[in-house]
């Protein structure tokens, strides 16, 4: 919320989108909704859906922040956002998702790397590991609209992935649905 704020973008929670096309299990809808939101010329998307959306989101992005946050904090943020109003996760979903952060490691974090490094080998990646380090980076002046290397207006874009924090959080594999 507050690097949105900081760059006045759209948080573009794919956990939220993926919501609409979760009963019909449409991969196809969801990465065409993907698309569409990440067309824009400013957008901070939050969540990972590697398999599903990275091809699509990572080539347009000037910059990658991963929160990197420690496994027990996933964890604890994974329960807390059950009681949260206003939010895509459902207790029925906590098995699925404390799997995924408990597996993020050895199945997640490499796939991830290697999509970013075929798909946007030259943009920053920036890991934010701690609220002190989250709250130095917002405050930095490294939080600015910065041009594309063509020279456009197009905005600072943060692929936030915040993929230990259960936030966006998706076990994906080959040929599976994003949940």
Known sequence: MRLGQSLNAPILSLDALWQEFAADDDVDGFRNRVWRAHQADRWISDGTFAHATLDLRLPRATRIIW???????????????????????????????????????????????????????????????TDAEIARYLGSTEVTLTPTSCGSAKS????????????????????????
């Not at 604890?76 to 952060?101: G, K, M, Y």
């Not at 936030?160 to 040929?175: F, H, K």
């Open 156 to 179: 600072e874009i943060a692929s936030a992935l915040e993929s230990l924090l259960g936030v966006g959080a998706s076990p994906l594999a080959a040929g599976a649905s994003p949940r």
């Open 67 to 129: 929160l990197d946050r420690a496994k027990i904090v996933c964890t604890a943020r994974s329960l807390l956002r059950l009681f949260e109003q206003q939010t895509e996760h459902r207790l029925r979903d906590l098995p699925t998702v404390l799997a995924f952060n408990h597996s993020f490691e050895r199945k997640t974090r490499p796939c991830i790397e290697a999509m970013r490094l075929a798909l946007a080998p030259n943009v920053p990646v920036i890991r934010l590991t």
